[in-house]
């Protein structure tokens, strides 16, 4: 942000609303932060070593980095313990991360292992780095906040039983940042209302919004909703068809879609959003296919979806800040069944009433 650029003020968020910070529970799930591939160890020009990388979730911000080629990735709070540079602006080199200040290293684990000034000089005590919690799981790197002082995470990370299936090939489409709450975007994700509108241009009919029937039900880790939803054409294809789709949702914000189309072509979506801060999110999402790449090229199915997606952000990152779960805020109809769960869920969630994973 420049200096003349304004600083942006939150919109409309009342008591009835769901601010994320409010809640530390939503620090004990993992998040998406990035692909696997953009954490790399080869030395970035005009550094000395390989480039870490900045993400912020829930308003902490984080180092993302690799040590060693073979091995896993490192997370750990952005902030210097010493004189509080990013460690961010720093490199990766010889398995160490090296601050761009004044050069302390650490090990894998947040160790210091190096004060270059007075290399004999012992380690201050709290010279070490704060690690976050990092595992890697269907080409992305998830992160959970909550250290084992605040209980852990709740739940894994969930599950896409397709990725292992030789039947599906996979699709990694990256992300996009909306200027939203990620309830937000998950709420929509589960809307048929909206794509004969929101989406005419790319897969939706406005002349043709109705709906047949529309399903939802708990699970265990949140809800599933089955829905028929009147579609022109698929990705590079035209002409009027039905999705079949079943959304799971696991709380608190990913999402695993499955499509049928009737000719019997599978299209898995696993939707991991992550909430950057209380008002803004980024969508990480990787597609698997029954079909070929000579049948359906993946360049297609991403252009297809990077469309979606910013049909979607055009109208999303014009929402309030804040996201409502009294239900006298908002008028609510038939088709808003999903929605009116959902937020239930997010009510039960942050007054502790239900807990992902307790029976449905
Ligand atoms: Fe990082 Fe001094 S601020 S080494
Ligand atoms: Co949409």
């Not at 039900?217 to 022109?232: C, K, M, N, S």
């Not at 999705?243 to 299209?267: A, C, E, K, N």
């Not at 070929?292 to 979806?305: G, N, Q």
Request: glycine share 6%; proline share 9%; net charge negative.
């Amino acid at each position: 942000m420049t200096a003349l650029q304004e600083p942006r003020t939150t919109r409309h968020v009342g008591p009835d609303h769901l601010v994320l910070s409010e809640h530390p529970v939503f620090r004990r799930f993992w998040y998406a932060v990035c692909a696997v591939d953009d954490v790399t160890t080869e030395p970035e020009p005009g550094r000395r070593g390989a480039a870490p990388l900045h993400r912020k979730v829930l308003g902490t911000d984080l180092v993302v980095w690799r040590p060693d080629p073979a091995g896993p990735v490192s997370v750990a709070h952005d902030r210097c313990a010493h004189r509080d540079a990013p460690l961010s602006m720093g490199w990766v080199a010889d398995c160490r991360l090296v601050c761009a200040y004044h050069g302390w290293e650490w090990d894998a684990d947040g160790t210091t292992r190096r004060i270059p000034q007075f290399p004999d000089s012992p380690h201050p005590t709290k010279s070490g780095l704060t690690m976050v919690a990092s595992t890697e799981r269907y080409g992305l790197v998830w992160v959970c906040l909550a250290g084992p002082d605040e209980g852990g995470p709740i739940t894994d990370v969930p599950a896409v039983p397709e990725w292992d299936d030789p039947a599906w090939r996979r699709v990694p489409e990256g992300s996009w940042d909306f200027d939203c709450t990620a309830m937000h975007l998950v709420e929509n994700n589960i809307d048929p209302g909206h794509v004969a509108f929101v989406h005419m241009n790319s897969f939706g009919n406005p002349d043709n919004p109705e709906l047949t029937d529309q399903n939802v039900a708990r699970t265990p880790y949140g809800l599933i909703t089955w829905t028929d939803v009147p579609v022109e054409g698929r990705p590079g294809e035209t002409g009027a068809t039905v999705r079949h789709t079943w959304s799971q949702v696991h709380l608190p914000f990913s999402m695993h879609l499955l499509i049928r189309y009737p000719d019997g072509l599978g299209h898995v979506m696993l939707k991991a959003i992550t909430p950057v801060d209380d008002r803004s999110c980024v969508i990480h999402q990787v597609v698997l296919r029954t079909d070929t790449e000579a049948d359906r090229p993946a360049a297609d199915i991403r252009a297809f979806d990077h469309q979606v997606e910013l049909e979607d952000k055009t109208l999303l990152d014009r929402l309030p800040d804040g996201f409502p779960l009294a239900q006298h805020l908002n008028a609510h109809a038939k088709a808003d069944k999903n929605s009116l769960l959902l937020r239930r869920m997010y009510t039960e969630l942050v007054t502790g009433q239900w807990t992902p994973g307790d029976p449905a």
